[in-house]
């Protein structure tokens, strides 16, 4: 599976504007949180390279802290990227080797529960995000995630781990669109060319997981953002029907993933359902 | 002696605090105290839609809301343009009878409260959640102003064409719309401005918030356009700003002499629009 296809890509963005934009997110969510600043989990990937760049860029160095877990399917050429980037961004990187909390988890559960492969899968990611809260609340930081919109809206992300975070900066931003912001701030091209991966288990990617390549899945999700219907998305894009009709579904299937816990309604105003108020306390009131 | 063929407007492009009026009322008051006096010109001080409260309260509305001009809100906003004698427009939440609120213009000056204008397209679609909390205007309405005719809109009424008109028709040499209009609504909103101003024939001026409240940014971006469509203010993107000119209350005339809009407008066509409306 490859990112090169017929498809038409979606209209690009524009990179100096909307890397402006996250940037004052970033700066305001941390101020209006009264935290001091972010925490971020580093991959290798090109998602966390963008988001801590522009972490970086808007709160500067030592208000980011990048985190790397090491496991038994992270790759040297990772590590290696990872070192590069924090070198380039002056970021002092905290670095652990999991894999034994892992082992001892998963030997844990192995004696008394049987479970499915996505159950094991998911192990990692949550004990990812308890690595990042504890440093988070010992320095008073916020947890920053490196969710793209893509991935958000087929729920390709865990459930309370790599998605349990406080802010998703580049959560409203395609995976298309998150290589040209790549390129636009001058990320080492090792990011840029790698084949995107979760890297759950070895060899995986994600568009060999997800069944098509981002280049389809964002000209399916744009189309569908922009309240086309799926004959017109078929005719824009080339994709089939049945291509599209996948993508609905994930989107269906995934909705609770990207909603917080399911509030069932019965007083005059319910928390997340219809008692509003601003995300952060007036200094006056 | 004060020259009333020209007035001064400032921008004050701000990025409201939400639910707190005080910090609001103190940066509305700063704002004011740092403009410059011109013994010659009144100055028209503008700030966004919902200012005095910010934008995104949500249910604190209820709380927030006030009667206008006897709330407490409005009585420091009037001690504000005594003590700087300036005029001010704001726009903050109106309690009219209990329980129903309008999202609401109000200008303030020297002498007092001057008058106000209610929002009458609530959006209620893509993040907008305004026909939640706030009544529709049941009117348009402009102010009378010891610079001249002043209409007032706020920010979703500038997509309907008719409200300007009304302004122009009703004698208005100038209409100013206060916004709070998050970011991927700006190349709207700039096609509006231009458009409205010179359709019309008519000053417009136009003051959004700037900055982000929850989830959301307010992309700026104020300007100021003559009646013949001149730009002769434009504030920055994003973020807060400040900008100040002057507009004559004539220029509308002279606009009018050269495209006469209004005097070519027959009356059927409201008729029929009135028609379609009740056909659809």
Same mark, same amino acid.
């Not at chain 1, 522009?54 to 496991?71: D, E, H, M, W, Y």
């Not at chain 2, 992309?219 to 504030?235: I, M, N, P």
């Given at each position: 599976?490859?990112?090169?296809?017929?498809?038409?890509?979606?209209?690009?963005?524009?990179?100096?504007?909307?890397?402006?934009?996250?940037?004052?997110?970033?700066?305001?969510?941390?101020?209006?949180?009264?935290?001091?600043?972010?925490?971020?989990?580093?991959?290798?990937?090109?998602?966390?390279?963008?988001?801590?760049?522009?972490?970086?860029?808007?709160?500067?160095?030592?208000?980011?802290?990048?985190?790397?877990?090491?496991?038994?399917?992270?790759?040297?050429?990772?590590?290696?990227?990872?070192?590069?980037?924090?070198?380039?961004?002056?970021?002092?990187?905290?670095?652990? !080797? @999991?894999?034994?909390?892992? *082992?001892?988890?998963?030997?844990? $559960?192995? &004696?008394?529960? /049987?479970?499915?492969? +996505?159950?094991?899968?998911?192990?990692?990611?949550?004990?990812?995000?308890?690595?990042?809260?504890?440093?988070?609340?010992?320095?008073?930081?916020?947890?920053?995630?490196?969710?793209?919109?893509?991935?958000?809206?087929?729920?390709?992300?865990?459930?309370?781990?790599?998605?349990?975070? !406080? @802010?998703?900066?580049?959560? *409203?931003?395609?995976?298309?669109? $998150?290589? &040209?912001?790549? /390129?636009?701030?001058? +990320?080492?091209?090792?990011?840029?060319?790698?084949?995107?991966?979760?890297?759950?288990?070895?060899?995986?990617?994600?568009?060999?997981?997800?069944?098509?390549?981002?280049?389809?899945?964002?000209?399916?999700?744009?189309?569908?953002?922009?309240?086309?219907?799926?004959?017109?998305?078929?005719?824009?894009?080339?994709?089939?029907?049945?291509?599209?009709?996948?993508?609905?579904?994930?989107?269906?299937?995934?909705?609770?993933?990207?909603?917080?816990?399911?509030?069932?309604?019965?007083?005059?105003?319910?928390?997340?359902?219809?008692?509003?108020?601003?995300?952060?306390?007036?200094?006056?009131? | 002696?004060?020259?009333?063929?020209?007035?001064?407007?400032?921008?004050?492009?701000?990025?409201?605090?939400?639910?707190?009026?005080?910090?609001?009322?103190?940066?509305?008051?700063?704002?004011?105290?740092?403009?410059?006096?011109?013994?010659?010109?009144?100055?028209?001080?503008?700030?966004?839609?919902?200012?005095?409260?910010?934008?995104?309260?949500?249910?604190?509305?209820?709380?927030?809301?006030?009667?206008?001009?006897?709330?407490?809100?409005?009585?420091?906003?009037?001690?504000?343009?005594?003590?700087?004698?300036?005029?001010?427009?704001?726009?903050?939440?109106?309690?009219?009878?209990?329980?129903?609120?309008?999202?609401?213009?109000?200008?303030?000056?020297?002498?007092?409260?001057?008058?106000?204008?209610?929002?009458?397209?609530?959006?209620?679609?893509?993040?907008?959640?305004?026909?939640?909390?706030?009544?529709?205007?049941?009117?348009?309405?402009?102010?009378?102003?010891?610079?001249?005719?002043?209409?007032?809109?706020?920010?979703?009424?500038?997509?309907?064409?008719?409200?300007?008109?009304?302004?122009?028709?009703?004698?208005?040499?100038?209409?100013?719309?206060?916004?709070?209009?998050?970011?991927?609504?700006?190349?709207?909103?700039?096609?509006?401005?231009?458009?409205?101003?010179?359709?019309?024939?008519?000053?417009?001026?136009?003051?959004?918030?700037?900055?982000?409240?929850?989830?959301?940014?307010?992309?700026?971006?104020?300007?100021?356009?003559?009646?013949?469509?001149?730009?002769?203010?434009?504030?920055?993107?994003?973020?807060?700003?400040?900008?100040?000119?002057?507009?004559?209350?004539?220029?509308?005339?002279?606009?009018?002499?050269?495209?006469?809009?209004?005097?070519?407008?027959?009356?059927?066509?409201?008729?029929?629009?009135?028609?379609?409306?009740?056909?659809?």
């Amino acid at each position: 599976m490859t990112s090169k296809s017929q498809t038409r890509s979606i209209p690009p963005i524009d990179c100096a504007n909307t890397s402006e934009l996250i940037q004052e997110f970033i700066k305001t969510r941390v101020t209006e949180a009264r935290v001091n600043g972010v925490v971020i989990g580093l991959s290798g990937g090109i998602d966390s390279a963008v988001v801590v760049t522009l972490a970086v860029k808007s709160i500067g160095s030592k208000n980011v802290t990048p985190i790397f877990l090491r496991n038994k399917n992270s790759l040297e050429s990772d590590i290696e990227d990872i070192h590069t980037l924090c070198k380039k961004l002056k970021l002092d990187l905290i670095q652990y !080797d @999991i894999q034994n909390v892992i *082992d001892e988890f998963s030997n844990s $559960i192995n &004696q008394t529960e /049987e479970s499915s492969e +996505l159950a094991w899968m998911n192990i990692k990611p949550r004990i990812l995000q308890t690595y990042l809260y504890f440093h988070a609340n010992k320095k008073n930081y916020l947890v920053c995630g490196a969710g793209n919109k893509s991935e958000l809206m087929i729920g390709y992300f865990t459930k309370f781990g790599d998605g349990g975070v !406080d @802010i998703l900066p580049i959560g *409203d931003v395609y995976k298309t669109h $998150i290589f &040209q912001l790549a /390129e636009y701030l001058k +990320l080492p091209k090792s990011f840029i060319q790698k084949a995107p991966s979760a890297g759950l288990t070895k060899g995986q990617t994600d568009e060999a997981e997800i069944g098509m390549s981002y280049t389809q899945l964002d000209s399916v999700l744009y189309g569908l953002e922009v309240f086309q219907t799926e004959k017109e998305i078929a005719e824009l894009t080339l994709i089939s029907p049945e291509l599209i009709k996948k993508v609905r579904t994930m989107i269906y299937k995934s909705e609770h993933k990207r909603r917080g816990p399911i509030v069932f309604k019965l007083g005059v105003r319910t928390p997340s359902i219809d008692w509003r108020v601003p995300l952060t306390k007036p200094k006056h009131f | 002696m004060v020259n009333r063929l020209k007035f001064r407007v400032a921008l004050a492009q701000i990025h409201s605090h939400q639910a707190d009026p005080t910090s609001n009322l103190k940066i509305i008051a700063e704002t004011c105290e740092k403009i410059v006096r011109d013994k010659d010109l009144d100055t028209i001080v503008v700030f966004p839609e919902l200012s005095v409260t910010g934008y995104l309260m949500h249910d604190d509305v209820y709380q927030l809301a006030e009667p206008i001009p006897s709330g407490p809100l409005c009585q420091e906003l009037i001690q504000i343009s005594q003590k700087n004698n300036c005029y001010l427009i704001a726009g903050l939440p109106e309690s009219s009878v209990p329980g129903l609120l309008y999202n609401t213009a109000a200008m303030f000056g020297p002498q007092g409260f001057i008058g106000k204008s209610r929002k009458i397209f609530l959006p209620n679609h893509s993040v907008f959640n305004e026909r939640r909390y706030f009544r529709t205007s049941p009117t348009i309405n402009i102010i009378d102003t010891p610079m001249g005719k002043i209409g007032m809109q706020i920010c979703y009424d500038i997509f309907s064409p008719e409200i300007t008109r009304a302004h122009a028709l009703l004698g208005a040499h100038t209409s100013i719309c206060i916004s709070a209009s998050p970011g991927v609504r700006r190349h709207y909103f700039e096609t509006f401005i231009p458009a409205r101003a010179m359709e019309n024939t008519i000053n417009f001026v136009y003051v959004n918030q700037s900055g982000i409240q929850d989830d959301l940014i307010f992309w700026g971006g104020s300007e100021v356009r003559t009646a013949t469509g001149k730009q002769v203010a434009k504030l920055e993107y994003n973020k807060p700003d400040f900008g100040i000119c002057t507009l004559s209350t004539e220029s509308a005339q002279s606009a009018k002499n050269f495209v006469p809009t209004l005097k070519d407008l027959p009356s059927w066509i409201f008729k029929k629009l009135e028609e379609s409306y009740y056909d659809i």
